[in-house]
C-alpha cells in the first residue's frame, strides 16, 4: 500500500485467499520482490483477483482451480500454469481434474496449447512427488 493508505478490506480478503491459494512461501517470496515500480500492480492483482473473485463463495477453490489452470494453458500463461498447478495441493484439484481440464483446452483452444501445459503439468508433477519423497 502506498505511504499514509490503510488496508482495505477486500486488500485484506485477498491475501487472506491468496496465501490460501498459493501457500505462505510463495507470497511470502512475492512480497519480498515488491517494488514501488510494482507496487500498485500488486495491490489490483491482491483485490481484484484474490480479494474479489477467488473469495466469492459460488465456487469452491477446487473449481476455481480447474477454471484457471484451463484459462491459463489456453492463453499460453506458462508461468502461471505452473503456479496453479502447484497450488492445486491447496485447493484439492487433483490430477485427473487437470487432466480433464487440458482435453477441454485441447478441444476448445487447441491441441499445440494443451500440449504445452500438459508437460508443464508433468513437470511441476514430478517435482511435489520428489519433494514429497525426499
Known sequence: MAAGETMSERYRQGTKTRRAVLGDAHVDKAERAVTDFDRPFQELITEA??????????????????VTIALLAALGH???????????????ATREDITEAM????????????????????????????????
Not at 53 to 65: I, N
Not at 78 to 92: Q, Y
Not at 103 to 131: C, F
Open 78 to 92: 506458462d508461468e502461471e500454469v505452473a503456479m496453479h498447478v502447484r497450488a492445486t495441493a491447496n485447493t484439492g
Open 49 to 66: 483477483a484474490w480479494g474479489t473473485v477467488w473469495a466469492r463463495p459460488t465456487w469452491t477453490a477446487r473449481e476455481r482451480s480447474i
Open 103 to 134: 482435453l477441454h483446452v485441447a478441444i476448445y483452444a487447441g491441441v499445440p496449447a494443451a500440449n504445452r501445459a500438459i508437460r508443464i503439468a508433468k513437470q511441476v508433477y514430478e517435482t511435489l512427488d520428489a519433494e514429497k519423497e525426499a
